[in-house]
């Protein structure tokens, strides 16, 4: 569809997507011309309404946010995993909320896990083991990253973008903790994974206003005494965009 490729290009004309963008950008091209061969001559916004179910579902939550947030979530976004998807316990007690934007990453690896998940049934499971060993052995309110990415290509919500989670010791109200599921000491996360959170994840809490846009990058063994995330993984993300070396 000429409409949605010109669409998409005019709202972000320099951003260069991730495989995961890419992946989305295209599902959105193939609902609007699947929409557009119906009903040819509709404009952007009448599309948009013509999505098909399964589409407008996922849609519900942000469509009255405006269409310029739709187009954030759907094609820029990374494909997150709602707790209740994975099946998440409820926060123990009330939770505290960040105060927005956060000028700070963390990039953990959950070790334990020690293996990368490669399937949805096996990442849903990991998060529910990480979770329960979060609340009940280490008496926390919740699981303590506020996201965790797998090697299946989703991102799991764990604290999400609101709550404070319990990653990073004293910085924890600053930022956004994201582990990978994996021992990554002596090899990395596959690059697909990386990837969706080196651009996707970054690009999407930037523009969702939820990460400043002069954030800065740390290991988390930069806050703590830790090997995380591991030292093949720690020298992978010293080469990322907005790594800092100083932690103030």
Request: aromatic share 14%; net charge neutral; hydrophobic share 35%.
């Amino acid at each position: 569809s000429v409409n949605a490729k010109i669409f998409l290009f005019s709202v972000f004309p320099f951003h260069f997507p991730s495989a995961t963008t890419t992946k989305h950008m295209k599902d959105f091209i193939r609902a609007v011309e699947s929409t557009e061969a119906v009903n040819p001559g509709l404009q952007m916004l009448d599309v948009v309404k013509g999505l098909r179910k399964s589409e407008r579902k996922r849609l519900d939550d942000v469509m009255n946010e405006g269409f310029d947030q739709f187009v954030h979530v759907y094609a820029v976004c990374p494909n997150i995993i709602t707790r209740s998807q994975w099946g998440a316990a409820a926060f123990i007690g009330s939770p505290s909320y960040l105060s927005l934007p956060v000028p700070y990453l963390f990039i953990h690896h959950t070790y334990q896990p020690s293996k990368p998940c490669t399937t949805f049934d096996q990442c849903a499971s990991d998060m529910r083991s990480m979770q329960h060993y979060h609340q009940q052995t280490n008496g926390w309110s919740d699981i303590g990253y506020s996201f965790v990415a797998g090697s299946d290509g989703n991102l799991y919500e764990g604290r999400g973008w609101n709550w404070v989670g319990a990653h990073t010791y004293g910085y924890n109200s600053k930022g956004y903790g994201v582990s990978f599921i994996g021992d990554y000491t002596s090899t990395l996360p596959i690059k697909s994974a990386m990837d969706m959170v080196r651009y996707d994840f970054t690009s999407c809490a930037v523009n969702g206003g939820r990460l400043s846009s002069s954030y800065s990058l740390y290991g988390h063994r930069q806050a703590t005494s830790t090997d995380c995330p591991g030292n093949a993984f720690y020298r992978e993300i010293q080469t990322w965009e907005r790594y800092q070396s100083y932690l103030p």
